[in-house]
């Protein structure tokens, strides 16, 4: 049985052997069921000017996390990341969007947290980068291995290294990959490619900027190539410019990407009200939902911060009119994803914001406010459905730290950085500021450890330190997935 | 039985009506015994550059967590500030010192960690303020009452909140407040005393910036004539210069401070010598070692970022000739505080790693490594006690975020502020940025989420997103105490 993994099978709770003996199985009684009942609220509740009125716990959390902790493995596991979000993320936008006090629906409602190592590896000397790149994180919690920044699910000396994606496919599950990036943008790209150099979106990068991955050189092709060879049973994002890009070599040559995806069975779908549409996804008939040429729109307009920003009068986020009716948003593209794939083969699904960190280069803290929330309603979709399926592991994570910071809000400071003053729902303001670059465009990521939560079978693992690398294992491990299986 | 809680009552796990119903209470065999065997290492073991190489989990931590819930309260409690001290601040100190694979000792080795909100009060709205302060912070967990940047253990009208360590004391457990920072600085200060203004040092000081605490008009007195006054069983720290000024009210009206000491019977050392020949500190002759007249001197040389600082060469950190042997260390302090608190009556210490902060707000990584390093030594010291003993609950945390990141490693970076390169134990270069000014001296604080982490009865608490208030509860209810008694 599948679902009952490995390492499943020490993590017993109360069973003989583990807390103490009991006398039957069923004494063990550590069902699914308590974790249905798992409903956690981290919002102040009270007057927070009074003693105890800021609380986030209501109780001692020993009997939650009881609760929480599941002998089975998972059958699922959604992984949810925010591309460049951590701690200085996730509070601008709580405190932005729903008072210091409040709640980042989903993000703040999942039981275990920690923080993971997101270092790289120098491709010359093979020894830490302490920088990572998007490429380089996701290559490392999917397939286990560390590599130099720019590669994609390959090792340092560019060799491929399995994906989960890829495992859980091999071992029967279905699976899917979602963002509002580009397809071929590095994060949804690791689960589903392998090739030295992340830029290599079609057939014509590939040639030019990582030619021994070009199928007429016997490789895999480019990432649109291999994303359609790899075949997940949903995938959804931007990205469609690549797809009239023509293929040089192989099976499709002289046709472009879009007639490929379609003679290789997949459904196209280019709006939400497609998507919306869309009824049933599978090795038959595979999901492809491309809803933007490049990124999807973010949901709220520019804000950038400027030099003296904090001298400067705060303002609102306000939507953005690209962002129309027909692109959809982070948490639905979840919830439909996660309809899609459930059933009885189990699945793995990654979802990822990708923009927080576009907005983050970009010194644009409304951009990255906008896309934190849509984090935290895929977060809350996937937790939604975890809480009714009971053996669901869903785990949320940024890939590496990035530039903006929360500072002291005095017009007299002078910042050497971009600044910008908001008004939050508290209704006070809050200064942003990007000091590690003067042009909006180019912050720059840094490389503190990054938070790391969780909800469901496994959950526990979050806790503490681990390294990016650890949920490779764990994941594979819960899923009770045979990691050489073909 | 005061180290049964009544949150500790409910925190059984595995035993009936929890996880699942067991046939005796024998058979819930949730005994301290288990804490014992938990020695956890998180340092990479393998090749970082292979597969799982770089992984810091070995196997699934379930076991080990389910080792780390414990359902009797805490005897004893050890909570550990670094101030200033958040992810960049660790990873930093773990990059540079023992390699980005390599672990802080202590730190990352405690099993549960977590993040908490940090905000403080605006002193006139009463609405929450995003970038807290050292005191406000230090009120939070100390009292479990938001206050206003400034405050120290009032409420944001200025009202006096009760400390864990003054709680502690009243219901017959020993105290100890350790610190490298001056003992009026506002860290150790929360502990042990309640003024509306932060600097209000001595006598002096509090006639002039808070004169309604002033003994001469009724108050309590200033922060140093309030330590003495609430009298911990162990102060450990700096601010001798305050000691030599002279109280202007109440009985011992005319005599400085230090005559002061020695006449409520406090043994005074001065120097790492004379402290390791204490042998026993009691409310008879309470413990008071101060060993700088003002800030304990830094453990490591200064090397303060500059602007461009990128561009030029990477340096080694260097020994600090100030911080002589008559300075004892953190790690030593926290030791010796222990081994004179410990015993039947349980206990609570504060120990604070207080210049992470001040290198921080100077620019100078340098410091701030050290002092995170000292940090570390003080938590291993903690953890080693914890874990011998298995009653004792180990909290470590940061008060507030702070300005350093870890950049780009690029010396054609444009970089706004100021940044350093330094050589790390991997022999690699890291590059670190303070972006919130270009005056070494005035970096700021930031108001991002800050990592809180423990060990022992009731660590579970810390896991998931909290409070700053929360600390206060769960303590005070682990170590079982009547909050009101007198």
Chains 1, 2 share one sequence.
């Not at 490429?135 to 060799?159: C, E, F, L, M, P």
């Not at 693992?461 to 764990?474: C, E, H, I, R």
Request: include cysteine; hydrophobic fraction near 35%; proline fraction near 3%.
């Amino acid at each position: 049985m599948r679902a009952i993994s490995a390492l499943g099978a020490v993590a017993v709770l109360g069973a003989a052997g583990v807390l103490g003996a009991c006398s039957s199985d069923d004494a063990a009684g550590n069902d699914g069921d308590k974790v249905a009942g798992v409903d956690i609220q981290r919002a102040a509740t009270g007057d927070i000017t009074k003693n105890g009125g800021a609380r986030r716990l209501s109780e001692d959390q020993t009997q939650m996390i009881a609760d929480s902790i599941q002998k089975s493995g998972a059958k699922n596991v959604i992984l949810v990341i925010g591309d460049g979000t951590a701690n200085q993320e996730y509070t601008l936008a709580r405190d932005y969007e729903y008072g210091a006090a409040g709640q980042l629906p989903g993000i703040d409602q999942l039981p275990f947290s920690g923080d993971y190592t997101t270092y790289s590896l120098n491709k010359d000397s093979h020894k830490p980068s302490y920088v990572t790149d998007s490429a380089a994180s996701g290559s490392a919690w999917s397939t286990g291995t560390k590599t130099y920044n720019g590669g994609i699910s390959v090792d340092v000396n560019g060799k491929a290294q399995r994906s989960i994606l890829e495992i859980a496919k091999a071992n029967g599950l279905k699976t899917g990959d979602v963002t509002t990036t580009e397809l071929q943008d590095a994060t949804p790209a690791v689960q589903v490619s392998h090739v030295s150099q992340r830029k290599c979106y079609g057939p014509k990068a590939t040639l030019e900027k990582c030619p021994e991955n070009a199928l007429e050189n016997g490789g895999l092709g480019s990432i649109t190539e291999q994303l359609l060879a790899t075949r997940p049973d949903v995938t959804l994002g931007g990205g469609w410019e690549t797809f009239n890009e023509t293929a040089t070599a192989g099976e499709y040559k002289g046709k472009t990407l879009d007639v490929q995806a379609k003679e290789r069975g997949y459904q196209v779908v280019r709006s939400a009200d497609e998507l919306a549409g869309v009824k049933a996804a599978d090795q038959d008939k595979p999901l492809l939902g491309v809803f933007a040429d490049g990124n999807l729109p973010r949901m709220w307009s520019k804000a950038t911060a400027v030099k003296d920003g904090n001298k400067q009068p705060a303002v609102k986020c306000s939507p953005n009119a690209e962002f129309t009716s027909a692109v959809p948003k982070l948490g639905a593209m979840t919830t439909k994803a996660i309809d899609l794939l459930k059933g009885d083969k189990g699945f793995f699904l990654q979802v990822e914001s990708g923009s927080v960190d576009k907005a983050n280069h970009d010194a644009d803290p409304c951009g990255q406010i906008g896309e934190t929330v849509q984090l935290a309603d895929a977060v809350k979709a996937a937790l939604d459905f975890a809480k009714e399926s009971k053996d669901t592991l869903v785990i949320v994570t940024g890939d590496h730290a990035h530039s903006s910071q929360i500072a002291e809000t005095d017009a007299e400071l002078p910042m050497p950085g971009l600044t910008r003053n908001l008004t939050t729902k508290d209704g006070e303001t809050i200064t942003v500021s990007y000091g590690t670059s003067l042009e909006a465009g180019e912050e720059q990521h840094t490389g503190g450890q990054v938070r790391i939560a969780a909800y469901g079978p496994g959950a526990v693992n979050v806790t503490g330190l681990s390294d990016q690398t650890d949920p490779f294992f764990y994941i594979t491990d819960q899923l009770g997935l045979d990691r050489d299986k073909k």
